[in-house]
């Protein structure tokens, strides 16, 4: 049996009925989440915030998991990293010696 939680529509003021939260997905970013929020991690911890809008990170690269710190920004899955340029000749193509 989980244990009771409070209930953090009750710190919302002039809040007659809950509304649905909105969360928006973007497939190499975070998820943007209108608040405020409670997260509860697979260890059970809880991560509260009281921001109108917060970003949940999706790619498990954050320092601050499970908040979103952009670090997805460096390097998405799937995507190569781009091949450094060829180093330029120190040969002279001209010069037949």
Partial sequence: MRPHRRNWWSSV???SEPTPRRIHVDREGPLLVEGPVEVIDAD???HTSDRF???ICT???SRT???CDTSHRRRAPGRKRP????APSTLDET???
Wanted: hydrophobic fraction near 35%.
């Fill in 59 to 61: 790619c498990r690269r």
């Fill in 44 to 46: 059970g911890a809880v």
């Fill in 65 to 67: 998991f499970p908040w």
């Fill in 83 to 86: 091949k450094p340029a060829p």
């Fill in 95 to 97: 010069d037949p010696t």
């Fill in 53 to 55: 809008q917060v970003a």
């Fill in 13 to 15: 003021p002039n809040v």
